[in-house]
């Protein structure tokens, strides 16, 4: 199921990829003792064109994760206008200047991890008339290279962003490290949402959504097992 660029137009794979990851959710649920439909797929897809996302919504799939506002603004509002139960989810780091387009086109923005951004985004949602739920990103490996509020840093970052947005705030996002088992990170994360009273919880991709379920994900973000590879 690699997307090669010969077969770029061929997304006839999406809908046995959508069934059998949510076939794995659904089982992962069951073992975890928890409800069919606690966790909800986002669909991840970036770098797929909108033939990708058609196949998809043709299967039933309505939440979709983008991590680009720019690749986002070019591919959905006019998926929007032929599908309103469309929802995007903007999930890639944000650059403050692009906080207004990121407000008015999406549904959900997981990737809320510094200040600056958050002014950035009570800017916006002024400006825009319209609010996107929320999720504060935390960088739970505390990695230099990588996106989200410092672990030390994210139980003041978290109550500052409720204090502000309040019930927009809906959750936490994390991408653990690459290397290593992720459960703790994920267990980590949901305790830092227990702390806070926050219900949602944004972890696991397409390598580690079940251990993500085990340890309470409400999201669940995955491309590379619906889409398959990017190129
Ligand atoms: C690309 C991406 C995903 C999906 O990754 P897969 O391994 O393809 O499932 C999830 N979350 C974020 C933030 C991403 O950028």
């Known amino acids: 199921m690699t997307a090669h660029p010969l077969f770029a137009a061929d997304y006839s794979h999406v ?10 959710i659904a089982a992962a649920c069951a073992r975890a003792g928890r409800a069919p439909d606690a966790v909800r797929l986002v669909a991840v897809s970036k770098m797929h064109p909108a033939e990708a996302v058609l196949a998809a919504l043709g299967a039933g799939q309505h939440v979709f994760g983008e991590n680009r506002v720019q690749e986002a603004a070019g591919k959905f509002p006019p998926l929007r206008a032929s599908h ?3 929802r995007l989810h ?12 990121a407000v008015r086109l999406a549904d959900a923005i997981e990737s809320l991890d510094r200040p600056r951004l958050a002014d950035a985004i009570a800017d916006a949602i002024q400006h825009e008339g319209r609010t996107p739920n929320l999720f504060v990103q935390v960088n739970v490996g505390d990695e230099p290279q990588k996106a989200g509020i410092p672990t030390a840093e994210a139980d003041s970052f ?3 962003c409720q204090a502000r947005f309040g019930a927009a705030l809906v959750g936490l996002m ?4 690459a290397e290593g088992d ?3 990170h994920f267990a980590w994360l949901a305790a830092c949402a227990q702390r806070h009273g926050l219900a949602g919880l944004s972890m696991g991709m397409s390598g580690d959504f079940e251990t993500a379920i085990a340890a309470g994900a409400t999201h669940v973000r995955v491309g590379t097992a619906i889409f398959g590879a990017r190129s």
């Open 158 to 160: 978290i109550a500052a």
């Open 15 to 24: 809908p046995a990829g959508l069934r059998e990851v949510r076939t794995r």
């Open 90 to 101: 903007i999930i890639g780091g944000l650059q403050t200047n692009k906080a207004r387009d």
């Open 174 to 177: 994390c991408i653990p490290p």
């Open 182 to 184: 992720p459960a703790p």
């Open 84 to 86: 309103p139960a469309l």
